[in-house]
Each structure stands twice: as C-alpha cells, then as structure tokens.
C-alpha cells in the first residue's frame, strides 16, 4: 500500500501520480488524500 498525499493543481497531475504509484512493484492498493487546487495554478502563472 501506498498513500499519495498533497496538492496538484490539476486533475491530468492527480491521476498521473496515481498511475505512476501503481505501476511501483509490489504496491497493490494506492490511497490517495491529494487535493486538486487551481488556485495554485494561478499563484504561477501570475507575473510578479
């Protein structure tokens, strides 16, 4: 088991991390506690 957690600022991100912990040997179930936060996505594109 592996547990994923964190914040990603889009959906395509959430579900590549999944896919790329489940494809780790031996990991049989994935739990995810990630949030999807555009507002981070924003705080980057955002000139200073």
Do not use: W, Y
Not at 37 to 46: D, F, G, N, V
């Amino acid at each position: 088991m592996i547990t994923l957690s964190g914040t990603v600022d889009s959906c395509i991100k959430k579900h590549a991390a999944e896919a790329a912990a489940q494809r780790v040997r031996g990991v049989n179930f994935v739990a995810l506690d990630m949030e999807v936060s555009l507002e981070e996505k924003q705080k980057q594109m955002t000139p200073v």
